[in-house]
């Protein structure tokens, strides 16, 4: 492991077989608390009446996820206004939309905005074009343990996504995978090992010195 907690010969990870030591200290940390979270399949059958490239076979589908800190939004290539236009699923709280219910309980109304990406292939399997297409907008309402001053939090995380092209239609049938949750940002106290410090990089081993023929042993 990379980190070593100080003062101690604790490092992150599982616990050993007989349980975890005891904590030495509590702490006060501020964190982002996750109340409730939920997910759901939103299926959706969409047609396209577009112009089908010349000469396009073949169509595969992909949905575009919502960007979170360690996901890079696609771009738009076929932009002309913009060509690094950022172009991702959206969801949303609909605002002034929740509905208190009883124990902190809320109803919640959220907006999906999704987008796809179409790749165009030719009969010989080649690439021929590419272009995302934003799906009608679907409104979706969910209990959950929201009391006030919590934030609602949604993504379109994954799906599936099936097109054949029809004449000059392309139509799609789509699972959109939507989490939502509830969430504020809170000062818990949890008991902890003290600060980790990092442990000294180790070096990788050398490769080895030139070629290594393979030569057929010498008979003695």
């Known amino acids: 492991m990379p ?4 003062h101690q010969d604790i490092r992150p990870g599982p616990c050993p077989p007989e349980g975890c030591p005891p904590p030495t200290e509590i702490v006060c940390i501020d964190v982002c608390k996750v109340y409730d979270m939920c997910s759901q399949i939103e299926p959706i059958l969409a047609t396209f009446t577009k112009r089908v ?5 073949r169509v595969e589908c992909e949905i575009v996820p919502t960007p979170t800190e360690s996901c890079r939004p696609f771009f738009d290539k076929n932009n002309n206004n913009n060509n690094n236009t950022h172009v991702f699923s959206t969801c949303e709280e609909v605002p002034n939309s929740r509905r208190p219910l009883e124990d902190g309980l809320a109803a919640v109304t959220v907006l999906v905005n999704a987008v796809i990406r179409l790749t165009f292939f030719n009969s010989q399997g080649t690439v021929i074009d590419e272009e995302f297409v934003n799906l009608e907008a ?5 209990v959950l343990c929201a009391p006030e001053g919590t934030e609602i939090i949604c993504h379109v995380v994954d799906g599936s996504c099936s097109c054949v092209i029809i004449n000059c239609d392309v139509r799609c049938t789509i699972n959109l995978c939507v989490i939502i949750q509830s969430e504020a940002k809170v000062k818990l106290m949890v008991p902890s090992y003290g600060f980790c410090t990092p442990l000294p990089c180790e070096a990788p081993p050398p490769p080895p010195p030139g070629c290594i023929l393979p030569f057929p042993p010498q008979c003695v």
């Open 3 to 6: 980190f070593r907690v100080q």
């Open 138 to 142: 679907v409104i979706k309402q969910v």
């Open 53 to 57: 490239p010349q000469g396009a076979t």
